[in-house]
């Protein structure tokens, strides 16, 4: 997302930093610049050129052109006006600990409001909620049923009736006494959408507002309609003094210009932001954060948060514990891959990380996601035997795991050797002091062995090169003979 916008930035950056000497005239070029970059991205008119008014104002003040680094100053000036426009941040639901909070969804149609009632369920009762759904679009043909396979996937209880002798306020009524009544201690309203703004619809969601009195009432706005979700949100605001928006669709190619600027238009400050089809693709709103990603200077906040979530602690901790016992097997590494893909596409985890946002779209052959479900599916190719005895894996079995992966012989054979020398370091390293840690798995980082799947797809090619450490390489065949023959002498 915002690719736009952060290309236009860094190129305008570049030019403010070019040449050394900043001038004012320099930096009004180059914000004014930024500003096309902005509206190119459907930022509003506006909205843009206040914001650029603003940074220029700081950027030409005196402090900035007499310091070190003008141009790194400048970017602050412009992180911080970004900030500025998207926040403060409010990622909080305001929830009370005690009695029945209600929570109303509202926004066009299609914008994502059914998938975002059951992120945010899946969220509430991730936090320990105990969240329940009412299906109030009785316009689309279809939505009930929606919502209630979302309930099913959650195992949330979805409140409906049939669409025929009902009305959308009726239905918000009875859920209101149904959720009382089940003891749930939040409810959710799924209202129905409209193609575009209209009176029908703003007297219904009025009607509902003045009945069930929600604590919350959110906008669900589709980011990828830009400057139309904008306009959209002031309508709705005017009508139901919203709480919060949520802006959806913030994955995919984005322009992103409606996240600058829907905070400023309306006032109402963005909760959340659905960056996946998914239902856990929500996460909190942090102005900062999203300042940071437009101007590609990375997530690395965001990323760490993911992993922190997706890594089950107390399964680390034992497999390193195994690893330095020897134990580490294949299993062990498939269970550590799949808690990697658990975190979503490497290519989106890349455009976390400061720098590598350009990489993930720029070198060209490079698919992690597919290197990594080759790995996993060589590994699940084979028994639960070989797994565990890497070593046992002889040229029949190695075929018969190609074919049953549908791979080369060769990218079996490459995987358990990787993973022989990364299990054998881990193990070494488990001895070593801190320092030599930290050599040691530079070493392996710069050998290519913290990424084993990274080499699979160039079987021919590798062939030519030969092994990295050819001398590594005889002492580890030498090793694993002696260890085929002690086997041996223990099986007799
Ligand atoms: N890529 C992406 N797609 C999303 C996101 N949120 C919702 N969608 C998709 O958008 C489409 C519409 O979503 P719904 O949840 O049905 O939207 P709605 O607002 O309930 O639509 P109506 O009930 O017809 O008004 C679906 O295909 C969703 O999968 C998101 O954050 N990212
Ligand atoms: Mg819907």
Same mark, same amino acid.
């Given at each position: 997302?915002?690719?736009?916008? *952060?290309?236009?930035?860094?190129?305008?950056?570049?030019?403010?930093?070019?040449?050394?000497?900043? *001038?004012?005239?320099?930096?009004?070029?180059?914000?004014?610049?930024?500003?096309?970059?902005?509206?190119?991205?459907?930022?509003?008119?506006?909205?843009?050129?206040?914001?650029?008014?603003? %940074?220029?104002?700081?950027?030409?003040?005196?402090?900035?052109?007499?310091?070190?680094?003008?141009?790194?100053?400048?970017?602050?000036?412009?992180?911080?006006?970004?900030?500025?426009?998207?926040?403060?941040?409010?990622?909080?639901?305001?929830?009370?600990?005690?009695?029945?909070?209600?929570?109303?969804?509202?926004?066009?149609? #299609?914008?994502?409001?059914? =998938?975002?009632? +059951?992120?945010?369920?899946?969220?509430?009762?991730?936090?320990?909620?105990?969240?329940?759904?009412?299906?109030?679009?009785?316009?689309?043909?279809?939505?009930?049923?929606?919502?209630?396979?979302?309930?099913?996937? $959650?195992?949330?209880?979805?409140?409906?009736?049939?669409?025929? +002798?009902?009305?959308?306020?009726?239905? %918000?009524?009875?859920?209101?006494?149904?959720?009382?009544?089940?003891?749930?201690?939040?409810?959710?309203?799924?209202?129905?959408?409209?193609?575009?703004?209209?009176? /029908?619809?703003?007297?219904?969601?009025?009607?509902? &507002?003045?009945?069930?009195?929600?604590?919350?009432?959110?906008?669900?706005?589709?980011?990828? =309609? #830009?400057?139309?979700?904008?306009?959209?949100?002031?309508?709705?605001?005017?009508?139901?003094?919203?709480?919060?928006?949520?802006?959806?669709?913030?994955?995919?190619?984005?322009?992103?210009?409606?996240?600058?600027?829907?905070?400023?238009? =309306? #006032?109402?400050?963005?909760?959340?932001?659905?960056?996946?089809?998914?239902?856990?693709?929500?996460?909190?709103?942090?102005? &900062?954060?999203?300042? #940071?990603?437009?101007?590609?200077?990375? &997530?690395?906040?965001? $990323?760490?948060?993911?992993?922190?979530?997706?890594?089950?602690?107390?399964?680390?901790?034992?497999?390193?514990?195994?690893?330095?016992?020897?134990?580490?097997?294949?299993?062990?590494?498939?269970?550590?891959? @799949?808690?990697?893909?658990?975190?979503?596409?490497?290519?989106?985890?890349?455009?976390?990380?400061?720098?590598?946002?350009?990489?993930?779209?720029?070198?060209?052959?490079?698919?992690?996601?597919?290197?990594?479900?080759?790995?996993?599916?060589?590994?699940?190719?084979?028994?639960?035997?070989?797994?565990?005895?890497?070593?046992?894996?002889?040229?029949?079995?190695?075929?018969?795991?190609?074919?049953?992966?549908?791979?080369?012989?060769?990218?079996?054979?490459? $995987?358990?050797? /990787?993973?022989?020398?990364?299990?054998?370091?881990?193990?070494?390293?488990?001895?070593?002091?801190?320092?030599?840690?930290?050599?040691?798995?530079?070493?392996?980082?710069?050998?290519?062995?913290?990424?084993?799947?990274?080499?699979? =797809?160039?079987? @021919?090619?590798?062939?030519?090169?030969?092994?990295?450490?050819?001398?590594?390489?005889?002492?580890?065949?030498?090793?694993?003979?002696?260890?085929?023959?002690?086997?041996?002498?223990?099986?007799?």
């Amino acid at each position: 997302m915002f690719d736009g916008i *952060t290309n236009g930035l860094r190129s305008a950056l570049s030019v403010l930093g070019r040449g050394g000497k900043l *001038t004012e005239s320099n930096i009004r070029d180059g914000l004014a610049e930024i500003r096309k970059a902005l509206l190119e991205a459907d930022v509003h008119y506006d909205v843009a050129t206040s914001f650029i008014k603003r %940074c220029t104002e700081q950027a030409i003040g005196e402090k900035v052109l007499k310091s070190l680094r003008p141009d790194q100053q400048i970017v602050g000036i412009i992180h911080q006006e970004l900030c500025n426009l998207m926040g403060p941040a409010d990622p909080s639901l305001h929830l009370r600990r005690d009695g029945l909070n209600k929570i109303m969804m509202c926004g066009l149609q #299609g914008s994502g409001k059914t =998938t975002t009632c +059951g992120k945010l369920a899946r969220m509430l009762k991730e936090q320990g909620r105990r969240p329940m759904l009412v299906a109030a679009d009785l316009q689309r043909p279809g939505a009930i049923e929606q919502l209630q396979i979302v309930g099913q996937q $959650l195992d949330v209880p979805v409140y409906s009736e049939a669409p025929g +002798g009902s009305s959308p306020l009726k239905v %918000c009524v009875n859920g209101l006494a149904a959720a009382k009544q089940a003891g749930v201690d939040v409810v959710i309203f799924d209202t129905a959408g409209r193609l575009h703004v209209d009176a /029908d619809l703003m007297n219904e969601l009025e009607q509902i &507002d003045r009945k069930v009195q929600p604590d919350q009432i959110l906008l669900v706005c589709d980011a990828m =309609t #830009g400057q139309d979700a904008v306009n959209s949100a002031k309508a709705f605001n005017a009508a139901l003094e919203l709480d919060g928006i949520i802006l959806t669709k913030l994955d995919g190619d984005t322009r992103g210009g409606a996240a600058i600027s829907v905070k400023e238009v =309306t #006032g109402v400050p963005i909760k959340f932001i659905g960056t996946g089809e998914t239902l856990d693709r929500l996460e909190p709103f942090h102005p &900062d954060r999203m300042a #940071g990603r437009i101007l590609g200077m990375g &997530d690395v906040v965001s $990323l760490f948060e993911k992993a922190q979530k997706e890594f089950d602690a107390d399964e680390v901790e034992l497999q390193q514990q195994r690893m330095m016992e020897g134990k580490f097997s294949l299993e062990d590494f498939a269970k550590q891959m @799949k808690m990697i893909r658990r975190m979503g596409p490497l290519g989106d985890l890349l455009k976390m990380i400061p720098g590598l946002g350009g990489l993930a779209a720029t070198v060209p052959g490079m698919d992690a996601d597919k290197d990594m479900g080759r790995i996993e599916a060589i590994i699940s190719s084979m028994t639960p035997y070989e797994r565990r005895h890497a070593d046992r894996i002889d040229r029949s079995r190695r075929h018969r795991i190609a074919r049953g992966a549908g791979t080369d012989p060769a990218d079996v054979n490459r $995987l358990i050797k /990787d993973f022989g020398n990364m299990a054998g370091m881990m193990q070494k390293m488990s001895g070593l002091g801190p320092m030599d840690k930290m050599r040691a798995m530079k070493g392996m980082a710069d050998g290519g062995m913290l990424n084993p799947g990274s080499q699979l =797809t160039s079987a @021919k090619e590798r062939s030519k090169r030969g092994p990295a450490d050819p001398k590594e390489a005889d002492e580890k065949r030498k090793k694993a003979r002696k260890e085929a023959k002690k086997q041996k002498k223990r099986n007799r």
